[in-house]
């Protein structure tokens, strides 16, 4: 790969296509090596088609050096073989340096069809490994259940860590690491009952002391985690002895079950160093290598790559593929994937939402989840859209209603309105604020992190942009938002949205909470408070070869129940 990097240098200094005037002296001052060293790279670029080397000898003459191939395609080329050697510190750097280059990006997209997908070697006794390259858009930043933000960070959590039950395809609730479980007839305690021999990633027994932990931990954090408000309503976890856990509620909640199937109550072992209530103290304790139950175990973790070997002792039964490597691509994929290439779509293989004209070998098939991209208004902020005119106008101007030039309430200056949205969506925002200025409005947009954006930057703004998923977890999704929604209300607004989330949460038929949840957002549309943008399906493309393709309560792809035909892939070496 050194010849790539001195290709590069050479690109950097001359330029490529047009002859250059240099001497044998200049290269070996620019390459930092000796004559002759610098005569065999000249010759290796040369026998490479690379460059063209005119010499001339005698003193004062110079010779003539053409660079005949893009730097990009070197560049992609020397990525590819960073990728293949693991050396992705490297290439990642490599592809910073060309970051904006288009041709670049075609070059690594080919490549990475691929690489990426199911590949086949031999072990160390001649077995059979089965590996599932997934190259990955966002960059994990955790994968600890009480510090995960992103969807790819809940994807890979999905397969490391089991909650006390779980939901299947069809959406309903069925035990997991809890083999049943008893409700009091006020609904406040609820008891679990813990299958026996359910083993830990580091080879440590399942007990009721770990759930306990668990929730003891996601109750002190200060954090602002997803499902809190449900979380909040627990009043005691108690484990009665090693396989039976006691939950007491302060007011029956019937979200709580749904609530035990998510990642965010994900069980994890526990650790007597960790103080309930210190919140220091859980900082100190984010798994950098994060060990659950899951079907698999996570077995190297960098800024790069997530490997994740298949855990043989897991207790529903091994999966059929060895290992997962999540490997994080420092490109955008646009040129190959079009606009699908967003935050709720951060995968390329199995790949979720993939442009239709992939060729006739791709099968798409559909998860059952939408994404609902949302704008929603501040009127707890003392600001212009706390004004319910100012609101109906701003609607007609997104929607494009209204398609006048002209504001109607104040002529001489465009109204001041900041809206706040993550990083992902700032191209959203953009379109957006394009808009408004074109009705007389100036939108400054500002993004932050995902924790920045939970926290203060919301109730600063006017306008706030976010998403929606709906998934089999719809009733706990749609209630966490207008919850958080109610927050950036006007007082009597707030309250008469808290009123009605409280009605939802106390129905025991869930078509009494999907109505009460109906109510909610009709309110909030007629009243200009929130206004929908965009509805998309998220889908998976796959290749006839893939079998056993299921998805779990997220919509994200089962990878435990994914097989491969044994003439599916030749055996590499």
């Not at 259940?145 to 397969?159: D, G, Q």
Request: charge should be negative; hydrophobic fraction near 40%; charged fraction near 20%.
């Amino acid at each position: 790969m050194k010849l790539h990097q001195q290709y590069l240098l050479l690109h950097n200094r001359f330029g490529d296509m047009a002859e250059h005037e240099a001497t044998l002296s200049d290269l070996a001052g620019l390459l930092d090596c000796t004559h002759r060293n610098t005569l065999t790279i000249v010759k290796k670029m040369a026998a490479c088609d690379w460059i063209r080397w005119i010499s001339q000898r005698g003193r004062g003459r110079r010779s003539t050096l053409t660079l005949l191939v893009p730097a990009e395609q070197i560049a992609a080329e020397y990525m590819m073989h960073a990728l293949n050697r693991r050396e992705l510190h490297q290439a990642a750097e490599q592809v910073r340096a060309f970051s904006t280059s288009t041709m670049m990006r075609e070059h690594l997209n080919h490549w990475l069809l691929g690489y990426s997908g199911h590949h086949t070697e031999a072990g160390e006794h001649n077995e059979r490994i089965d590996t599932l390259r997934l190259p990955l858009q966002q960059q994990l930043h955790a994968l600890d259940p009480l510090y995960i933000n992103l969807l790819a960070e809940s994807f890979v959590t999905s397969h490391v860590f089991d909650g006390l039950v779980q939901r299947n395809e069809q959406g309903d609730i069925i035990p997991c690491l809890a083999h049943t479980w008893d409700v009091s007839q006020d609904r406040k305690t609820w008891l679990f009952h813990l299958r026996k021999g359910v083993l830990f990633h580091n080879g440590g027994p399942l007990t009721a002391d770990d759930v306990v932990y668990t929730f003891a931990r996601l109750k002190s954090t200060k954090r602002r985690t997803l499902y809190r408000d449900v979380s909040r309503q627990i009043l005691s976890v108690e484990a009665l002895d090693s396989l039976t856990v006691c939950f007491r509620l302060i007011a029956p909640h019937e979200l709580f079950l749904s609530f035990l199937s998510t990642s965010r109550a994900a069980i994890v072992p526990s650790d007597n160093t960790m103080r309930p209530g210190d919140d220091k103290s859980i900082e100190s304790t984010i798994m950098q290598k994060p060990v659950g139950t899951g079907p698999f175990k996570v077995a190297l973790w960098d800024e790069h790559l997530c490997r994740l070997e298949a855990f043989p002792a897991y207790f529903q039964g091994r999966a059929h593929l060895d290992r997962v490597d999540i490997l994080q691509i420092p490109w955008s994929t646009q040129t190959v994937w079009g606009e699908h290439g967003e935050a709720e779509t951060p995968f390329f293989h199995l790949v979720q939402n993939p442009v239709t004209a992939q060729g006739a070998d791709w099968t798409q098939i559909s998860a059952g989840v939408m994404v609902n991209k949302l704008l929603t208004c501040n009127t707890q902020k003392n600001g212009p859209l706390s004004d319910p005119a100012i609101r109906t106008h701003l609607y007609e101007c997104i929607t494009g209603v209204n398609q006048s030039s002209e504001y109607p309430f104040a002529k001489d200056l465009p109204i001041p309105l900041q809206l706040a949205t993550i990083p992902q969506y700032r191209k959203d925002a953009a379109l957006i604020a394009a808009r408004l200025e074109r009705c007389g409005y100036a939108c400054q947009i500002h993004t932050a992190t995902m924790e920045q954006f939970k926290g203060q930057l919301r109730l600063e703004s006017d306008l706030i942009l976010f998403s929606l998923i709906r998934d089999r977890d719809e009733e706990l999704r749609r209630t966490d938002l207008y919850l958080t929604l109610s927050e950036h209300l006007d007082e009597s607004t707030q309250l008469r949205v808290q009123m009605m989330l409280q009605t939802v949460i106390e129905s025991p038929l869930m078509t009494d909470r999907t109505a009460g949840l109906d109510e909610i957002e009709q309110f909030l549309l007629d009243h200009h408070l929130m206004i929908h943008l965009s509805e998309k399906s998220v889908e998976t493309a796959y290749l006839p070869s893939v079998r056993g393709l299921s998805f779990n309560s997220q919509g994200w792809v089962n990878l435990r129940h994914i097989w491969f035909p044994s003439g599916s892939t030749a055996l590499e070496d």
